[in-house]
């Protein structure tokens, strides 16, 4: 089972910026598909961004042009830079790891965007 561990939520104001880290255990990081997903207070978990290794990013139409998924995999981590935050970005952020059809997941980070 791989570990996951994210970093970087925090309280930002309207407009501002985050950067959330995800740090993956184990070897075999550069096959795995990694994406962001939050939630919401009292929604479902929704996909943020999602990134194969060396294939376009994957944004969800409410992020597009404000965030930016990447990957580092000698450092075995993915980040989401966060930039012109709104309140509705308001969520517990999760880390999505895939590879050979097994799904982990991290803890998740809250963020919270006030106005």
């Known amino acids: 089972q791989v570990r996951l561990v994210e970093s970087g939520g925090g309280l930002v104001q309207a407009g501002g910026s985050l950067r959330l880290s995800c740090i993956a255990s184990?070897?075999?990081?550069?096959?795995?598909?990694l994406g962001w997903y939050r939630q919401p207070p009292g929604k479902q978990r929704e996909l943020v961004a999602t990134m194969a290794n060396g294939g376009n990013p994957n944004y969800a139409d409410s992020v597009k042009g404000r965030f930016t998924i990447s990957r580092d995999n000698a450092r075995n981590t993915v980040f989401l830079q966060m930039n012109s935050l709104k309140p509705e970005d308001t969520a517990v952020y999760y880390c999505?790891?895939?590879?050979?059809?097994?799904?982990?997941w991290g803890q998740g980070t809250q963020v919270t965007v006030s106005s």
């Open positions: 999505n790891y895939v590879k050979w059809g097994r799904s982990s």
């Open positions: 184990g070897s075999g990081f550069g096959f795995a598909v």
